[in-house]
């Protein structure tokens, strides 16, 4: 069945950067669009990013448009999302999915942003 693992959230200060990864396996991740959400503390899940099975076609939420980068390596079946400059308000548990609305999403990964 569908597995997803995502790794690499932090603490961090702000202006920092993070790279997330996201483990799959169970399905054919290179044929598949994936997605990465979060979840801050209080908040509902927010999509934040998704790319489509090549890697070519890249789209993202308009709060983290020229700081954060997705990728993906079909080869290898990984997922990932580079983070740069990083506020406070990305604060959050970071999830990759294989659908819009998470509902494949791994455990997550918790990014903090605070000095």
């Known amino acids: 069945q569908t597995q997803l693992v995502e790794s690499g959230g932090d603490l961090v200060q702000p202006g920092g950067s993070l790279r997330l990864s996201c483990a799959a396996s169970?399905?054919?991740?290179?044929?598949?669009?994936m997605y990465w959400l979060r979840q801050a503390p209080g908040k509902g899940l927010e999509w934040v990013s998704r790319?489509?099975?090549?890697?070519?076609?890249?789209f993202y939420t308009d709060s983290v448009k020229g700081r954060f980068t997705v990728s993906r390596d079909n080869a290898e079946s990984t997922l990932y999302l580079q983070m740069n400059n990083l506020k406070s308000d990305d604060t959050a548990v970071y999830y990759c999915?294989?659908?819009?609305?998470?509902?494949?999403r791994g455990q997550g990964t918790q990014v903090t942003v605070s000095s």
């Open positions: 169970g399905f054919m991740f290179s044929t598949s669009w």
């Open positions: 790319i489509n099975q090549r890697g070519d076609q890249t």
């Open positions: 999915s294989k659908d819009l609305n998470g509902l494949s």
